[in-house]
C-alpha cells in the first residue's frame, strides 16, 4: 500500500536532512510515541541496533533485551493489551524472526496491535539462501494483518507511519516491516511522515453503525424479556466499559463475558454473571441457553464459548456489532448485523434511546433476573478445601483477596481457567492467550506490563509446565529489575491434557506427567538472581502471598497444589453449554419439590431444576 497524503510538491518543500535507513526507523518509532522496544540482536539487524544504541544514550528509548524473541513478541504484545498502545519487538533475521512467529500468532489471534520488525539479509542476497535468511514476510503472512519489506529506505517513513496507522485502526493487529540489512546502512535525504497524516487507498474501516440496524436494535432490546449481553475482546479495544454498564443498567440486562472480554463489565456488578463457555460459570451458560435475544458486543462466536453451535442461544434472536465486518455472521447468523466499533455503536443506540424519550421497562427482565439469580446460588464456582493441601482456587482468591485491583497475566491451562473463574479484573486488567492458547505466554507478558506501568502491581499467573517455555525470562527481570510476581500453580502435570485424559481418554496419562525432570524452583530463580519460595502448606499461604506482594522485586513462588483437582464446571467436547459437568450437587435440605429423573442419563434430581445435574439435559 502506498499514501497519497501529502502531496509530492508539499514533501518537496520540506526540508530533509541525509540520514540512514536505521535512523529514519528509530525517528519514526520516536514520533509514534514509541518508549519502549523488546528485541533481541543479531548480525542482519546490527546497522538499527548501532543507531538504537545513540538513541538509548540520550533516553529518548529503552530497548529490553529479553532473552529469548519469544519472549520480546510476547512482552509487546502485554505492554499492547495493558495500554491499548500499539507494542513494538525487534528480532534479527532467520531464527531470530522465526522464534517470533509464536508471539505474532498468538497476537494475530486476539488483535493485539504490534509492529515487528525484523532484520533481513542484504537486498542483492535474498532468495540465495545467504546465511541466516528466512522469508519471513512469506512465513507470517496468514498471521499478520499486513507486511512490508522494505526495499529503499526512502520509503522508511512512509512504511512505519502505515504499519502504525495499520495495526491500531479498524481490528488492530500485528503489522510486520522486514528492512534488509543495507537498507539500514544506506544514506538519503529523510523527510519524517507525522503520526495520523496516512491515508490508505481502500484501506477505510467501518466505524459508525448503520442507523437503521442500530433502531432494529433498539426495538429488539425493548420487547426482549430474556435478554443476556455477551460481550468479548472486541469491547476491551475500543474501551467500551462506561457504554456497557449504562445500557446493562437502564435495561436491566445481565451480562456474561469471553476469556477475552474479562474486565469489560464490572465482575462484582449484580448484573454481572462473569464468563461463559468451556470453562465458565453454570449460570452464564444457562443464561445464554435460555435467553431470548443475545446481544454479542465484540465477540467472534469462538467454539470454546459456543461448545456445539447449533445449540448456542437456539431460541434467541442475535445482535452483532463488530468492527470486522468478517466476523458478524462467520458462525452465527444474526437477526441485526451491525458493523461499525462497539463504542461508537453503543454511544449511538444510548442516543436514540435518549432521543425516543421512551422510559425503558426495567421490570420486564424482572423474572429473568431472579432465575439465573436462583441459578448462581444453586450452581456457585467452588473453592476446595483441604487441611493438609492447598487446593489451586484457594491460591487464586487469596492472590485477588489481597491484590484486587493488580495487572493478572496467565499461562495457558488449568491455572488460567481457575484465575478466569476467581479474579475479578478491571478494564485491561487481565491479559492471557484467547485464541491461540499459548503456553509461555504469562511472564514475558508480565514484563511488559510492567514495563509500561512501572507502578502498577504485575502478578502472573502459571503452571509448572507452562512456566518452563519461557522460563529464561527470568533474566530479564533481573536483569532489569522488573518488579513482576509469578506464581505457579504448581501440580506436577501438564493439567488440563490430564484432566481431558481422565475424562475422555480413559485415565491412560500419556506423556502429561511433569514430575520428573521438574526443576528446583526456588534454586533456579536464585540461579538467575531472583527471589524463590516455595510454600506447600494451607497455613502458609496468607503470609506467602503477603510477602511475595511485598517484596521489593522480582519474586518466582512454586506453590504446590492438589495434584488432582480438575477445574469445573466443563462444557464436554461436542455438547452444548448447558450440559456442564462438575456442577455442585443442590443442598438437601432446599429440595422442597418433587423428585423426577433425567430422560437422557436417569439421574435423580427435583421438578424445580431446569436442568439436569449429572449430564446438563434440559428437563
Not at 269 to 286: D, E, I, K, Q, R
Not at 354 to 374: S, V
Not at 592 to 610: L, M, W
Amino acid at each position: 500500500m502506498r499514501s497519497q497524503t501529502i502531496a509530492k510538491k508539499e514533501v518537496q518543500q520540506k526540508m530533509s536532512t541525509p540520514k540512514s535507513g536505521a535512523f529514519a526507523l528509530m525517528d519514526s518509532l520516536k514520533r509514534h510515541g514509541v518508549e519502549h522496544i523488546f528485541g533481541y540482536p543479531g548480525g542482519a539487524i546490527l546497522p538499527i541496533y548501532d543507531e538504537l544504541y545513540r538513541w538509548e544514550a540520550r533516553g529518548e528509548i529503552q530497548h529490553i533485551l529479553v532473552r529469548h524473541e519469544q519472549g520480546a513478541a510476547h512482552a509487546a504484545d502485554g505492554y499492547a493489551r495493558a495500554t491499548g498502545k500499539v507494542g513494538v519487538c525487534f528480532g534479527t533475521s532467520g531464527p531470530g524472526a522465526t522464534n517470533l512467529v509464536t508471539g505474532i500468532a498468538t497476537a494475530h489471534m486476539d488483535s493485539i496491535p504490534m509492529v515487528i520488525i525484523t532484520g533481513q539479509v542484504p537486498r542483492a542476497a535474498i532468495g540465495s539462501d545467504a546465511f541466516q535468511e528466512t522469508d519471513i514476510y512469506g512465513i507470517t503472512l496468514p498471521i499478520v494483518k499486513h507486511s512490508y519489506v522494505v526495499r529503499d529506505p526512502k520509503d522508511m517513513a512512509w512504511i512505519i507511519a502505515e504499519a502504525f496507522h495499520i495495526a491500531s485502526t479498524g481490528r488492530p493487529g500485528p503489522v510486520l516491516v522486514d528492512i534488509p540489512k543495507d537498507v539500514g546502512l544506506e544514506e538519503f535525504d529523510y523527510v519524517p511522515v507525522e503520526p495520523g497524516t496516512v491515508k490508505l487507498a481502500g484501506y477505510r474501516p467501518t466505524v459508525k453503525g448503520n442507523p437503521r440496524q442500530i433502531n432494529q436494535a433498539l426495538n429488539l432490546i425493548r420487547e426482549s424479556k430474556r435478554p443476556l449481553l455477551y460481550v468479548g475482546g472486541g469491547a476491551i479495544a475500543s474501551a467500551a466499559h462506561d457504554e456497557l454498564q449504562q445500557l446493562a443498567e437502564i435495561f436491566q440486562i445481565p451480562v456474561t463475558t469471553t476469556l477475552m472480554g474479562k474486565g469489560a463489565f464490572d465482575e462484582n456488578h449484580p448484573l454481572s454473571v462473569s464468563m461463559l463457555g468451556m470453562h465458565g460459570t453454570a449460570y452464564a451458560n444457562f443464561a445464554v441457553t435460555e435467553c431470548d435475544l443475545l446481544i454479542a458486543v465484540g465477540a467472534r462466536f469462538d467454539d470454546r464459548v459456543t461448545g456445539k453451535l447449533d445449540t448456542f442461544a437456539s431460541h434467541a434472536q442475535v445482535i452483532h456489532i463488530d468492527i470486522d465486518p468478517a466476523e458478524v455472521g462467520k458462525n452465527r447468523a444474526p437477526q441485526v448485523p451491525i458493523v461499525g466499533d462497539v463504542k461508537l455503536v453503543l454511544n449511538d443506540l444510548l442516543r436514540r434511546y435518549e432521543e425516543q424519550g421512551i422510559p425503558a421497562q426495567p421490570q420486564q427482565t424482572k423474572e429473568w433476573l431472579a432465575r439465573i439469580n436462583r441459578w448462581r446460588e444453586e450452581y456457585p464456582l467452588q473453592v476446595s478445601h483441604y487441611p493438609d493441601r492447598i487446593s489451586p482456587q484457594e491460591v487464586v482468591v487469596e492472590l485477588h483477596r489481597q491484590a484486587p485491583n493488580a495487572y493478572y497475566t496467565t499461562d495457558v491451562g488449568q491455572h488460567q481457567m481457575w484465575a478466569a473463574q476467581f479474579l475479578k479484573n478491571g478494564p485491561r486488567r487481565w491479559i492471557s492467550s484467547g485464541g491461540l492458547g499459548t503456553m509461555g505466554y504469562g511472564m514475558p507478558a508480565a514484563m511488559g506490563v510492567k514495563v509500561a506501568l512501572p507502578n502498577e502491581q504485575v502478578i502472573c499467573v502459571a503452571g509448572d509446565a507452562s512456566i518452563q517455555m519461557n522460563i529464561q525470562e527470568l533474566g530479564t527481570l533481573a536483569h532489569y529489575g522488573i518488579n513482576v510476581k509469578t506464581v505457579i500453580l504448581n501440580n506436577g502435570w501438564l493439567g488440563m491434557v490430564r484432566q481431558w485424559q481422565e475424562a475422555f481418554y480413559g485415565e491412560r496419562y500419556s506423556s502429561s506427567d511433569m514430575e520428573v525432570g521438574m526443576p528446583d524452583f526456588v534454586k533456579l530463580a536464585e540461579a538467575y538472581g531472583v527471589k524463590g519460595m516455595q510454600v506447600t502448606n494451607p497455613e502458609q499461604l496468607e503470609d506467602a502471598i503477603a510477602e511475595i506482594l511485598a517484596h521489593d522485586g522480582p519474586v518466582l513462588a512454586d506453590i504446590r497444589v492438589n495434584k488432582d483437582e480438575n477445574c469445573y464446571p466443563m462444557v464436554a467436547p461436542g455438547k452444548s453449554n448447558a450440559q456442564m459437568i462438575g456442577l455442585p450437587e443442590r443442598p438437601k435440605s432446599d429440595i422442597v419439590a418433587e423428585i423426577i429423573y433425567c430422560s437422557n442419563c436417569g439421574a435423580k434430581t427435583i421438578s424445580t431444576h431446569n436442568f439436569c445435574p449429572e449430564c446438563g439435559t434440559k428437563l
